[in-house]
């Protein structure tokens, strides 16, 4: 076991004046299965490249550990998948590595096909077996979940629970739940770490967000009944002082040195309130930095004439001669929200794109209701770039809904200003999302909608498709969501 020591850490990249960090201070255990949680654009993945000294910071981090990072860059993807790791691991012993994938549920046989052939998330499992290989290493992996299906998934989290010595990003409630003892989040104004799992730390939050709500209100409650109290206080003495200069009813003289006196103990009274008062404001000053807004958010759908949107029956869809998949059969009703479910290279992505509408030759028979108005999220963000007032222009969509839905989703509107291709690959897919929700449309297509999404805005769209109930078809790997949102699971 050892420590490592970040001590004052400041960071900002260069051109900006809104530092990622500042002065944070915090220890890490090597021992540790460290889970790393925060909102899109918090510096997740900035911290971990702090860690591993790409940039330069203020403040110091100390450690007795080397860093390595998921996902490792592979140089020559042709070569055998046997030689790749050896090139990570020059020193590792065949047994081990082969213990190791054994553990993610991979053959031996894999290691002797060039790299480039495995599928993303055999090429994950592979990565991971070889750098948990590496002795005296901590682990810095980054969102290992995106490309593995829901078996993968569960693999994965429970050959991690098995190790230790990492700090893992992902967004995965349930993943993260099996595999970590430890959460560290990146708060509006700081970083906060916890023993526990996701939920553990969760609850938590939920618990000293709500203590510090109540406390906000009951002090200004207070604020505000001190300073009415101080005003009165304060025009009384003022009307006491005033009687020095008269006489009584009776016409003696008034007694000036007791008038002074009371005058002289009301406004004594008054600052003191108004000193309690101050210091009520200095105490709401203390807390809500770290409350992180969830407003609700609203989603378009045209209401559709028909019961029976789409209907798939015997299905198969073709890439060349090779089917993708066969003897697809399902319905999609109004009001349904179907998940799509099935191992990675099952034909998923294919069958949402055939009901799409894109040109893919299939065998079967497939209805789609006539004038049905379709919302596609597909997973790919690479081709986001340009202003995003030009891209709502060009889906034709409510430029103002469309960045109000955004600054829900934690948008800062200095983001407004940059280029798409700039954005991290959470807020692409937000955008995407966004786009999504503003389109009017009878039913809602979304591929993977939620890589690299934060777990706050997972939870946002998962309240809004209860609320609104569309009509919805999606894929997803997050188990979590998938048990929230489904009304019906087709498997392929």
């Known amino acids: 076991m050892s420590l490592i020591r970040v001590s004052n850490l400041t960071f900002a990249y260069d051109g900006s004046y809104d530092p990622i960090f500042e002065k944070v201070s915090f220890h890490i255990d090597t021992d540790w299965k460290l889970g790393l949680t925060g909102r899109n654009g918090r510096g997740k993945t900035t911290f971990l490249q702090l860690l ?35 090139g990570i691991v020059p020193d590792c012993l065949h047994w081990q590595l082969v213990r190791e994938l054994t553990m993610l549920g991979m053959s031996e046989e ?41 078996k993968a998934r569960k693999l994965v989290s429970d050959y991690l629970r098995s190790k230790s010595g ?89 007694d000036k040195g007791y008038i002074g006196h009371k005058a002289a103990k009301m406004m004594k009274r008054s600052k003191s309130m108004e000193q309690r008062r101050q210091t009520a404001i200095d105490e709401t000053a203390k807390l809500l930095k770290n409350i992180e807004t969830s407003d609700s958010l609203k989603m378009l759908q045209l209401a559709y004439h028909q019961s029976r949107l789409v209907e798939l029956d015997r299905v198969s869809v073709f890439y060349g001669e090779q089917p993708a998949c066969e003897e697809v059969g399902f319905t999609i009703e109004r009001g349904e929200r179907v998940a799509l ?41 690479s081709h986001l770039q340009g202003d995003l007032s030009d891209y709502a222009a060009a889906y034709g969509i409510d ?17 407004f200003e940059k280029d798409m291709s700039a954005f991290s690959g959470g807020q692409k897919k937000k ?14 297509v979304w591929d993977e909608p939620l890589n690299f999404v934060d777990i706050l805005s997972r939870m946002q769209i ?20 998938g048990r929230r949102i489904a009304t019906k699971v087709v498997e392929l």
């Open 110 to 150: 894999a290691l002797y096909r060039p790299f480039r052939s495995l599928s993303n998330g055999e090429r994950t499992k592979v990565l991971l077996a070889a750098l948990f290989l590496k002795e005296d290493r901590f682990l810095l992996i980054d969102e290992p979940t995106n490309h593995l299906d829901g």
């Open 431 to 444: 955008v995407l999302i966004a786009r999504s929700l503003c389109e009017n449309a009878h039913l809602h």
């Open 52 to 86: 591993l000294g790409k940039y330069e910071y203020g403040g110091t981090i100390s450690a007795q550990v080397d860093f390595d990072y998921f996902p490792f860059e592979v140089e020559d993807e042709e070569a055998n998948t046997v030689d790749v790791v050896e």
């Open 341 to 381: 479910a099935g191992p990675n290279g099952s034909g998923k992505s294919s069958v949402l794109k055939l009901i799409c509408g894109e040109p893919i030759r299939y065998t079967g028979t497939f209805r789609k209701g006539s004038q049905l108005k379709v919302s596609y999220v597909p997973q790919d963000t």
């Open 166 to 254: 990492f700090i893992l990003v992902s967004h995965d409630r349930a993943f993260l739940d099996n595999c970590v003892d430890h959460m560290m989040s990146i708060n509006k104004s700081g970083i906060d770490i916890r023993r526990g799992t996701f939920s553990d730390w969760w609850e938590d939050k939920k618990k000293q967000d709500q203590f510090e709500l109540d406390e906000n209100e009951k002090l200004r409650k207070e604020m505000k009944r001190l300073s009415e109290a101080a005003k009165r206080t304060s025009d009384w003495s003022h009307e006491v002082e005033k009687t020095k200069n008269g006489t009584r009813n009776s016409g003696s003289k008034v």
């Open 399 to 415: 430029e103002s809904l469309f960045k109000s839905i955004l600054r829900k989703l934690d948008f800062s509107r200095t983001q």
């Open 462 to 481: 998962e309240e809004l498709l209860l609320d609104y109930s569309p009509t919805l078809l999606f894929v997803e790997h997050d188990s979590e969501f």
